[in-house]
Every structure is written in structure tokens, then in C-alpha cells.
């Protein structure tokens, strides 16, 4: 079936980049997707790319497509406290519902 | 329009009792999910509507579960007999799909149910 998986922590230093790596299963998703959540808050649809691209970027965001591995990978450079949130990858199936990981959570160090 | 937005944001009840949720899109999309999030987990999804239809249910969805979309704007989530294992974070999302290829999903702040 269809199955995202994440790692569960990431620590990072202010001003260093962060990588947060996914994989996922179904090989006919058609959009890939990263969404950020704060405590509290809802979650926010950070970007996104088409499954025949391999890569995006979005101002200090970097996202990379490996199709033929299904990885995933969401990059931010210069990383700061407020980038401090889980971050999900989700991919689109069937008739677009999104199937998610189970996040990963960023912490920030200054 | 400010975004999704879910109603209410918070509900505690007792084990048996019906709740009801409701969750207004962004104006003019015309698709809507509902989806579920327990904690440490990401979102699950329990089924979606395009303008009144709903086209796909999960099979989280128990028969307790109903959800309409009566005029295509609004929708509407209820859960009957309660039970603690529904406690979770209700979660609605909108999107203008097909059209637009319905690549983006915008996710309201969500509902918070706790079960006695």
C-alpha cells in the first residue's frame, strides 16, 4: 500500500542548512509535497513539485526528486529558529487526497 | 477571504456523545478533505467532496462518521457515540481542483476533540 516515511528528529545549528529526507511508495503520485507545522498552528503548504522534475527551488528552499529511489529530500539553507516546526512530506494518490509521513521535527539551536 | 477555516476549535465531550464540526473553505474552491491527525502522526485522510459529491472515503471513516457538503460551500463533520479513540485533531483542507490541476491543498487551523 501506499506509505511515506520520515525520519522522526533533526537538530541543526542557526545559520547552518537542513536536510529533512522522505521516501515514499507509490510510484504514480503525481505531486510531492512539503508542509511545515507549528505547535499550535495548522499546517502550511511550504512547496511542492510535479513527479518529471527533479528538482525546485523556492527562495532558501531546495527540494530534490529522485523518482527512481522515490526520495524526497526538502533543503533549507541558512536555517533559523524560526524554521523550528515538524515538517511533513506528503504525496497526491487517486483522486488527490495526500498520504503523509509522520513529520519531522526541526529544532533550531542559536 | 483569509483562508480555510473550522469551527469549533477546540471540543471536549463525553465518551457516547454526538459532536459536530464545521469547516468553511477558501471561496470558490470547490473541493474539500477532511482529514484526521493523532499525536506524533501526520494527517490521515478520511474523505473528500467535490462541490456537494463526495466522491472517496477512507476506510477510517466507521459508519459513526457522517459528512455532507449540502450546497457545495461549507461542510459539515459528525461523529455520533464517541468514543476515546476518536480524540484527535480534525483537520479540513481546500482546493480549486480539477481545473487547476488541484496541486495545492490549504489546510484550516483544525479542531481538537477530546473524548471523556
Known amino acids: 500500500g501506499e506509505d511515506v516515511e520520515q525520519s522522526l528528529f533533526l537538530s541543526v545549528r542557526e545559520g547552518d542548512s537542513s536536510v529533512i529526507n522522505c521516501t515514499y511508495t507509490?510510484?504514480?503520485?503525481?505531486?510531492l509535497y512539503w508542509y511545515k507545522q507549528e505547535p499550535g498552528a495548522g499546517l502550511q503548504l511550504l512547496t511542492y513539485?510535479?513527479?518529471?522534475?527533479d528538482m525546485k527551488q523556492d527562495q532558501r528552499l531546495t527540494v530534490l526528486l529522485n523518482k527512481k529511489d522515490k526520495h524526497l529530500s526538502l533543503r533549507i539553507a541558512d536555517t533559523q529558529t524560526g524554521d523550528s516546526a515538524i515538517y511533513f512530506c506528503?504525496?497526491?494518490?487517486?483522486?488527490?487526497?495526500?498520504?503523509f509521513g509522520k513529520g519531522t521535527k526541526l529544532s533550531v539551536k542559536p | 477571504d483569509t483562508g480555510v477555516s473550522q469551527d469549533p476549535r477546540h471540543k471536549i465531550t463525553k465518551r457516547g456523545q454526538n459532536v459536530t464540526f464545521r469547516c468553511d473553505p477558501i471561496s470558490e474552491h470547490n473541493r474539500l478533505y477532511w482529514y484526521r491527525q493523532t499525536l506524533g502522526q501526520g494527517p490521515e485522510f478520511l474523505t473528500y467532496?467535490?462541490?456537494?459529491?463526495?466522491?472517496?472515503k477512507s476506510r477510517l471513516l466507521s459508519d459513526r462518521f457522517s459528512a455532507e457538503r449540502p450546497k457545495g460551500s461549507f461542510s459539515t463533520l459528525e461523529i455520533q457515540r464517541t468514543e476515546q479513540g476518536d480524540s484527535a485533531m480534525y483537520l479540513c483542507?481546500?482546493?480549486?481542483?480539477?481545473?487547476?490541476?488541484?496541486?495545492?491543498?490549504?489546510f484550516g487551523p483544525g479542531t481538537r476533540l477530546t473524548v471523556l
Open positions: 513539485i510535479f513527479s518529471n522534475m
Open positions: 507509490d510510484s504514480s503520485s503525481t505531486y
Open positions: 467532496f467535490q462541490n456537494e459529491a463526495q466522491l472517496e
Open positions: 483542507a481546500s482546493s480549486s481542483g480539477p481545473l487547476a490541476g488541484d496541486r495545492e491543498q490549504f
Open positions: 506528503a504525496e497526491s494518490v487517486s483522486q488527490g487526497n495526500l498520504i
